[in-house]
């Protein structure tokens, strides 16, 4: 008869995945973590409107979670995260899957793959740290501050094009076996790995602090390099010794 609509088959509804009850947990815990570690990049002033990011590894799980990309960080929270597989899949059906997650979500994929200690990836815009990096050049190990947390100089890493797993790449190969756990991409800016993301987040504190340090230091005149040897024995105290027992990088 005409007039009368076609039938169509209704469109199957986008399921939810079903998580282990610790693997949720684990899932809220990161969420959480992730969201609320956004607001130190803007505490430390290391972030301009919506660049930069953090993501943090889902412990048990080949999972991470990221900010979604151009969301303003007054509005991240724990239920706009994005879940993603560690190829940066984004996970259908969990909360914030609807949005895009962040245009750096194929480089962490790459780090979590490829370095399976590492817990968090942080990426920000830093001034200090992107100066070094537009020049293509290290931070030098001249303060204790840097050897305690670094190990030594803080790499450049290659330059590469954002959009696929180039800078994934490109952190990866410059920072394995290399204590430093920052590497300053070529013409872009830091990336910064730890345990968690708790730990990413303070490693790029502590790049943008010494990037601003050795930058006035050489500006004032000759910098006076630290002996590898003082380098190597202020790292294993830091590492090893400094703080209280059981502190996350103390």
Known sequence: MTGMPAH???EEATMAPHFTPEIQASIDA???DVAALHAELVRYGLVVWTGGNVSGRVPGADLFVIKPSGVSYDDLAAGNM???DLDGTVIPGTPGSDRSPSSDTAAHAYVYRNMPDVGGVVHTHSTYAVA???RGEEIPCVITAMADEFGGPIPIGPFAIIGDDSIGRGIVETLSGHRSRAVLMQNHGPFTIGTSAKDAVKAAVMVEDVARTVHF??????LIPIPQEAIDRLYDRYQNVYGQSGDERR
């Open 8 to 10: 169509t088959e209704p």
């Open 30 to 32: 990161v969420r959480q």
């Open 82 to 84: 994005i879940l993603c």
């Open 132 to 134: 070094w990096a537009a």
């Open 217 to 222: 230091a050489r500006e004032a005149g000759p």
